[in-house]
């Protein structure tokens, strides 16, 4: 197919010739318009597409038909009848009117150039656009279609990506050989290059051959290519109906209707609280505080007085009535000590002025007087297992009521507090659980007294509380008692935070510290005394290990944490609370059950120990072997070394009798042997010196004290020498002391000083 | 016994509280034990840093008890506060610190 320039070429033609061709073409578009129409009902695609009823201009001139058939003859001529041969312009330059320069084109004169998008169908360039499948495709093609072309214009078409071809409109699908429709085809813009002349070069030359269209499939099969190749080339023609006639399909669905559903909740319930803190207020509260819990503290220390106090739930009466109760107490045991007085008239008369005065003419010996005999009438029947004079008040004493009848044993004890003042009843007394088989009273507070009991217990008495109370602390029955009998208790120094402390010792082979913290006791256990009896293999296998049972304990008077143990089977441990496995010391002391160890209060290497094995022995620290030896006769229950003389100490057996050496008077014998208590029915338990008194307390096992006083002959003092008058007592007593041991120790210990007292025997 | 009393007495004038004491409290008993080891722990850790005493507490009872705890730890302070019920807790500590705990969101 031909592509034409539409027109825009203007010759100058004659009216009359520009009508024939207008005329023309009027002819040959009916005939296209019927013809496209044929065509198009057969294309469903462009159903569309309704009959067109051309449109004239309002003022168009009415021709009538037998004009428009009219055959009018019109020549065209070359010679443009507005051309002016010599036109003149004013030059200014001149100032004068010139000829105008005329470019000279042959015989044609362009007026108007036009870039055209036609292309001759023979030139390459259409030839290539061809083979690229571009035009002379009709609708009806579609599908692989096979072109011959050359190769080489076939590769360079295909480089190029070629834009989509519009449609042309329905009327002009098929211009089949029309060249007024304009195709539009994008040209390349490298192959645009044409210069004007060069198009109005084809256009002239494409003038004449108008009418050779039927000729064109001739032409285009008529220059065979050189090399000619089959190929495949896909239909690139889009079948896009019309760029501007499209629509779009859509649908509308329903909008569901909006719901909001809410709930609302009570909001959580507030409060508002507003306060002040200041240092005073802080302060104040603490201390408030601390004053209550300060009380309840005090109130849960006596529980059971409490308990009691609730139950009375004094009134105004009450109160009355008991103060009132309590000075007719007072009153009355004035009148008691005053009738006791008394009737004890001749006793106190002794205890003050009467000596002895057979002492005067015995050199070396001295006896004892009885006095007042206590007994507590509940306590008939148990032994006097421990007494102790008070520290404070010379004339105070604290007995324990246990028993040492251990096929017998008492369901209870007794701790009683006598005053010399009053023989017939004791000042105070609590009956306890236990039977009491020690005490000890404390120094630092004398009214505080620490117990030990049979079960293993040990408790600590308050002798200011009233009598109805009983003890103040009480070991935990289930966690820390003794297992076994707790055989001596003593008051030890004050822990680092102030608490007082004791320590007992039991027959469970255990020395126990005992803390007394507010309302309880807290049980530390010091040492634990070993047998060196091997391991015996216990009922399931296991290997059992032995304890020692300690019997009895001494701390040395100046080294708080050094003590003795004796142990009831003859050993004398000296121990330290510093180490709880090992001795410092060991000494087979004895072959019974070691009863009472006792520090001399003048030297402190020096200790008296006293055995069921009759015997008392002095020994020094260090050595092994006892500097004295006495043999009693009889199991020795107490010895206890006098506050008064470095060289006096007593011991009292079981045969009822009290023995008093003076070692500086007689080394080898007893300077007093008194019978106290009948050896038949009682036995002497322990004894204790008066701190200050010429007296001395001894227990027995019915459950009396005898209190005897001591002839002068036993508590001779020192003479100081003439030389040094102004030495006190104690260096005396102290040098006395040492002069004796100096004698004894040089020569070394020497055997035959205990044989020689038996010898003497 | 007269000689103990006389020295808590005597005492009394040196004596340094280090127990927490609650002043004010609606807590459960949980919750209540719970801030209340914590201001000790908190503020024996940071004696000398209320501000991160406070935070420690609050931290840790946000991850406890669910957020918007407000901890206020100082020694002269007044305040007056909204709070949700059983939040709150006011003690003091050491004898000199004031700690408040509540719980607002």
Redesign the interface.
Same mark, same amino acid.
């Given at each position: 197919m031909s592509k034409r320039l539409p027109d825009i070429w203007r010759n100058k033609t004659s009216e009359k010739s520009i009508g024939l061709i207008l005329k023309k073409l009027r002819v040959s578009a009916q005939k296209e318009a019927t013809k496209s129409r044929a065509n198009l009902a057969e294309d469903e695609a462009l159903e569309w597409l309704k009959p067109r009823t051309l449109i004239k201009p309002d003022d168009q001139d009415e021709v009538p038909d037998a004009d428009l058939e009219e055959e009018v003859g019109r020549v065209l001529t070359t010679i443009n009848p507005q051309w002016v041969l010599d036109e003149v312009a004013y030059h200014y330059g001149q100032n004068r009117f010139a000829l105008k320069a005329k470019p000279t084109f042959g015989k044609a004169y362009p007026l108007y150039i036009y870039q055209g998008t036609a292309i001759r169908k023979d030139s390459d360039e259409a030839k290539a656009q061809i083979a690229a499948g571009y035009g002379m495709v009709g609708f009806d093609d579609a599908g692989p279609k096979r072109a011959k072309v050359k190769k080489s214009a076939a590769e360079e078409e295909e480089e190029e990506e070629p834009e989509p071809e519009p449609q042309p409109p329905p009327e002009e699908a098929k211009p089949e050989e029309d060249a007024v429709q304009e195709e539009e085809k994008p040209v390349p813009t490298e192959e645009a290059e044409a210069a004007p002349t060069e198009v109005a070069d084809e256009q002239a030359g494409d003038e004449g051959g108008e009418e050779a269209a039927g000729e064109e499939k001739e032409e285009e099969g008529g220059g065979p290519p050189p090399v000619e190749e089959v190929l495949d080339i896909k239909p690139r023609v889009k079948k896009l109906a019309n760029q501007f006639n499209f629509c779009e399909r859509a649908a509308l669905t329903y909008n569901n209707p909006r719901r909001s559903v809410d709930t609302q909740t009570i909001p959580?319930?507030?409060?508002?609280?507003?306060?002040?803190? =200041?240092?005073s207020i802080?302060?104040d509260?603490?201390?408030e505080?601390?004053a209550k819990k300060?009380r309840e503290k005090?109130e849960e220390?006596p529980k059971r007085l409490r308990k009691k106090a609730a139950k009375h739930a004094k009134s105004e009466q009450q109160i009355h009535d008991e103060q009132l109760a309590q000075r007719i107490r007072e009153a009355w045991t004035i009148l008691e000590r005053l009738v006791n007085q008394n009737i004890y008239d001749d006793i106190a008369q002794d205890y003050r002025y009467w000596d002895d005065p057979s002492d005067e003419f015995r050199e070396g010996m001295g006896s004892l007087l009885p006095l007042w005999k206590f007994q507590f009438e509940p306590m008939r029947s148990h032994a006097v297992c421990d007494v102790q004079w008070n520290p404070h008040y010379q004339d105070l004493f604290a007995v324990a009521y246990g028993s040492l009848d251990f096929t017998n044993q008492q369901k209870n004890g007794c701790l009683c507090l006598y005053s010399i003042k009053n023989p017939a009843y004791p000042e105070y007394s609590v009956v306890t659980e236990s039977p009491i088989i020690c005490l000890d009273v404390y120094k630092e507070?004398p009214y505080l007294i620490c117990v030990g009991l049979y079960d293993g217990n040990v408790c600590v008495y308050?002798a200011? =509380?009233t009598l109805e109370s009983s003890y103040?602390y009480k070991s935990d029955s289930v966690r820390d008692k003794h297992s076994n009998i707790v055989w001596e208790i003593r008051w030890g120094a004050r822990l680092i935070d102030g608490e007082a402390s004791f320590f007992s010792i039991s027959g469970d082979g255990r020395v126990v510290q005992w803390a007394v913290m507010?309302g309880e006791l807290q049980a530390t256990t010091i040492i634990t005394l070993r047998s060196n009896v091997p391991p015996i293999p216990g009922p399931d296998g296991t290997l059992l290990t032995v304890n020692s049972c300690g019997s009895c304990i001494c701390f040395h008077p100046e080294k708080a944490d050094i003590f003795m143990v004796g142990t009831e089977d003859g050993m004398i441990h000296t121990c330290s609370l510093k180490y709880n496995r090992n001795y410092v010391n060991s000494v087979q002391g004895h072959h019974m059950p070691v009863y009472r160890i006792n520090y001399n209060y003048f030297n402190n290497s020096i200790y008296a120990s006293c055995s069921g094995d009759w015997r008392v022995k002095i020994w020094e620290d260090g050595r092994d072997e006892p500097l004295f030896m006495f043999e009693l006769g009889s199991p020795v229950g107490d010895v206890k070394w006098a506050p008064y003389s470095s060289t006096v100490f007593a011991a009292c057996t079981a045969d009822g009798k009290v023995y008093v050496y003076d070692l500086n008077v007689n080394k080898y014998r007893p300077i007093c042997v008194q019978a106290v208590v009948s050896k038949k029915t009682k036995k002497l338990t322990r004894i204790d010196f008066n701190s200050r008194l010429p007296i001395v307390v001894c227990g027995d096992t019915k459950g009396t004290c005898h209190v005897v006083k001591l002839s002068p002959n036993l508590r001779v003092m020192c003479k100081p020498p003439k030389k040094a008058q102004s030495v006190d007592q104690r260096t005396l007593q102290i040098m006395k002391l040492d002069k004796l041991l100096s004698l004894v120790r040089d020569p070394p210990f020497q055997t035959g000083v205990v044989d020689e007292k038996f010898d003497d025997d | 016994?007269?000689?103990?009393?006389a020295a808590?007495g005597a005492a009394?004038e040196k004596?340094i509280?280090t127990y927490p =004491?609650i002043?004010?409290c609606d807590m459960p008993e949980e919750m209540r034990i719970e801030a209340m080891e914590l201001s000790v722990t908190a503020c024996e850790k940071f004696s000398q840093n209320n501000e991160l005493a406070a935070r420690m507490v609050k931290e840790t009872l946000d991850k406890k008890f669910g957020p918007a705890f407000h901890v206020v730890v100082?020694?002269?302070?007044?305040?007056?506060?909204?709070?949700?019920?059983t939040t709150?807790c006011?003690m003091?500590f050491g004898?000199?610190?004031?700690v408040?705990i509540?719980k607002?969101s």
């Amino acid at each position: 197919m031909s592509k034409r320039l539409p027109d825009i070429w203007r010759n100058k033609t004659s009216e009359k010739s520009i009508g024939l061709i207008l005329k023309k073409l009027r002819v040959s578009a009916q005939k296209e318009a019927t013809k496209s129409r044929a065509n198009l009902a057969e294309d469903e695609a462009l159903e569309w597409l309704k009959p067109r009823t051309l449109i004239k201009p309002d003022d168009q001139d009415e021709v009538p038909d037998a004009d428009l058939e009219e055959e009018v003859g019109r020549v065209l001529t070359t010679i443009n009848p507005q051309w002016v041969l010599d036109e003149v312009a004013y030059h200014y330059g001149q100032n004068r009117f010139a000829l105008k320069a005329k470019p000279t084109f042959g015989k044609a004169y362009p007026l108007y150039i036009y870039q055209g998008t036609a292309i001759r169908k023979d030139s390459d360039e259409a030839k290539a656009q061809i083979a690229a499948g571009y035009g002379m495709v009709g609708f009806d093609d579609a599908g692989p279609k096979r072109a011959k072309v050359k190769k080489s214009a076939a590769e360079e078409e295909e480089e190029e990506e070629p834009e989509p071809e519009p449609q042309p409109p329905p009327e002009e699908a098929k211009p089949e050989e029309d060249a007024v429709q304009e195709e539009e085809k994008p040209v390349p813009t490298e192959e645009a290059e044409a210069a004007p002349t060069e198009v109005a070069d084809e256009q002239a030359g494409d003038e004449g051959g108008e009418e050779a269209a039927g000729e064109e499939k001739e032409e285009e099969g008529g220059g065979p290519p050189p090399v000619e190749e089959v190929l495949d080339i896909k239909p690139r023609v889009k079948k896009l109906a019309n760029q501007f006639n499209f629509c779009e399909r859509a649908a509308l669905t329903y909008n569901n209707p909006r719901r909001s559903v809410d709930t609302q909740t009570i909001p959580p319930p507030r409060a508002n609280y507003g306060s002040t803190c =200041l240092q005073s207020i802080i302060f104040d509260f603490y201390q408030e505080d601390y004053a209550k819990k300060m009380r309840e503290k005090e109130e849960e220390k006596p529980k059971r007085l409490r308990k009691k106090a609730a139950k009375h739930a004094k009134s105004e009466q009450q109160i009355h009535d008991e103060q009132l109760a309590q000075r007719i107490r007072e009153a009355w045991t004035i009148l008691e000590r005053l009738v006791n007085q008394n009737i004890y008239d001749d006793i106190a008369q002794d205890y003050r002025y009467w000596d002895d005065p057979s002492d005067e003419f015995r050199e070396g010996m001295g006896s004892l007087l009885p006095l007042w005999k206590f007994q507590f009438e509940p306590m008939r029947s148990h032994a006097v297992c421990d007494v102790q004079w008070n520290p404070h008040y010379q004339d105070l004493f604290a007995v324990a009521y246990g028993s040492l009848d251990f096929t017998n044993q008492q369901k209870n004890g007794c701790l009683c507090l006598y005053s010399i003042k009053n023989p017939a009843y004791p000042e105070y007394s609590v009956v306890t659980e236990s039977p009491i088989i020690c005490l000890d009273v404390y120094k630092e507070t004398p009214y505080l007294i620490c117990v030990g009991l049979y079960d293993g217990n040990v408790c600590v008495y308050n002798a200011q =509380l009233t009598l109805e109370s009983s003890y103040q602390y009480k070991s935990d029955s289930v966690r820390d008692k003794h297992s076994n009998i707790v055989w001596e208790i003593r008051w030890g120094a004050r822990l680092i935070d102030g608490e007082a402390s004791f320590f007992s010792i039991s027959g469970d082979g255990r020395v126990v510290q005992w803390a007394v913290m507010p309302g309880e006791l807290q049980a530390t256990t010091i040492i634990t005394l070993r047998s060196n009896v091997p391991p015996i293999p216990g009922p399931d296998g296991t290997l059992l290990t032995v304890n020692s049972c300690g019997s009895c304990i001494c701390f040395h008077p100046e080294k708080a944490d050094i003590f003795m143990v004796g142990t009831e089977d003859g050993m004398i441990h000296t121990c330290s609370l510093k180490y709880n496995r090992n001795y410092v010391n060991s000494v087979q002391g004895h072959h019974m059950p070691v009863y009472r160890i006792n520090y001399n209060y003048f030297n402190n290497s020096i200790y008296a120990s006293c055995s069921g094995d009759w015997r008392v022995k002095i020994w020094e620290d260090g050595r092994d072997e006892p500097l004295f030896m006495f043999e009693l006769g009889s199991p020795v229950g107490d010895v206890k070394w006098a506050p008064y003389s470095s060289t006096v100490f007593a011991a009292c057996t079981a045969d009822g009798k009290v023995y008093v050496y003076d070692l500086n008077v007689n080394k080898y014998r007893p300077i007093c042997v008194q019978a106290v208590v009948s050896k038949k029915t009682k036995k002497l338990t322990r004894i204790d010196f008066n701190s200050r008194l010429p007296i001395v307390v001894c227990g027995d096992t019915k459950g009396t004290c005898h209190v005897v006083k001591l002839s002068p002959n036993l508590r001779v003092m020192c003479k100081p020498p003439k030389k040094a008058q102004s030495v006190d007592q104690r260096t005396l007593q102290i040098m006395k002391l040492d002069k004796l041991l100096s004698l004894v120790r040089d020569p070394p210990f020497q055997t035959g000083v205990v044989d020689e007292k038996f010898d003497d025997d | 016994m007269a000689e103990e009393g006389a020295a808590a007495g005597a005492a009394a004038e040196k004596v340094i509280h280090t127990y927490p =004491l609650i002043r004010h409290c609606d807590m459960p008993e949980e919750m209540r034990i719970e801030a209340m080891e914590l201001s000790v722990t908190a503020c024996e850790k940071f004696s000398q840093n209320n501000e991160l005493a406070a935070r420690m507490v609050k931290e840790t009872l946000d991850k406890k008890f669910g957020p918007a705890f407000h901890v206020v730890v100082g020694e002269s302070y007044g305040f007056e506060i909204t709070y949700e019920c059983t939040t709150i807790c006011y003690m003091y500590f050491g004898g000199n610190q004031a700690v408040c705990i509540w719980k607002c969101s």
